[in-house]
């Protein structure tokens, strides 16, 4: 081995270790990779929303739409199977059972159930890690009319539909609107943080045309 190449202990010399330079760009790639990850992670989420909605919510609003098509009727009029009693306001406390057998019933196929087992309940995880049950309901209000009411939906999720629906995150106007509590629905307040829990009886509501 050559002398040059060797300290007073016999040893040899260590290698030449990272510059300031080599460092700053493992970093930056480090960096890129993160970036990248959260990204992915983000277009993997609003994908699921879109999915949810569409496979959801506004399966639901078709299935009204044609109902009322199809008849001059309002999809869930009364909490019965034959929707007989009508008076043109929809009845919150109209099931999965009575809402398919009156679509069934002209000849429309009902929106297909969830990995819940009712086409009127889904799961979600927000953005706080959190399992969220969505209960939907056909319902009525005075100063609102006839709409679909989306219970326990989180905050995150009710923004990113309402950015779909009206091109706007803003709870108090459009077509999709926040309300605080679903028994007396104020569609005046905007939508709370997407990093808070939701409200016990907070919900969407989705104004309806008919």
């Known amino acids: 081995m050559n002398e040059k190449n060797q300290n007073k202990t016999g040893f040899c010399k260590s290698e030449k270790g990272f510059t300031l330079i080599e460092m700053a760009i493992v970093l930056i790639i480090i960096g890129i990779i993160i970036g990248a990850i959260v990204k992915g992670k983000d277009i993997i989420k609003s994908a699921e929303q879109k999915k949810l909605y569409t496979k959801y919510v506004r399966s ?26 009508r008076d043109g306001q929809c009845d919150p406390l109209a099931t ?17 159930q969830g990995p819940t087992g009712s086409s009127l309940v889904r799961t979600y995880a927000d953005s706080l890690g959190v399992q ?23 905050n995150d999720l009710g923004i990113a539909w309402d950015r779909l629906i009206d091109d706007i995150n803003d709870g108090t106007a459009g077509d999709l609107r926040y309300a605080a509590n679903y028994n007396a629905p104020q569609t005046n307040v905007a939508w709370p943080s997407a990093e808070t829990a939701p409200v016990a009886n907070a919900a969407a509501i989705l104004r309806l045309e008919f």
């Open 60 to 85: 639901w609003q078709l299935a009204y739409n044609n109902y009322y098509d199809r008849t001059g009727w309002i999809l869930g009029d009364e909490a019965s199977n034959d929707n007989a009693n």
């Open 96 to 112: 999965a059972a009575n809402l398919e057998a009156q679509l069934k019933a002209i000849g429309l196929t009902p929106p297909v």
């Open 132 to 154: 969220r049950t969505l209960t939907l309901a056909f319902a009525y209000n005075v100063n609102i009319g006839n709409f679909i009411r989306i219970r326990g939906i989180p």
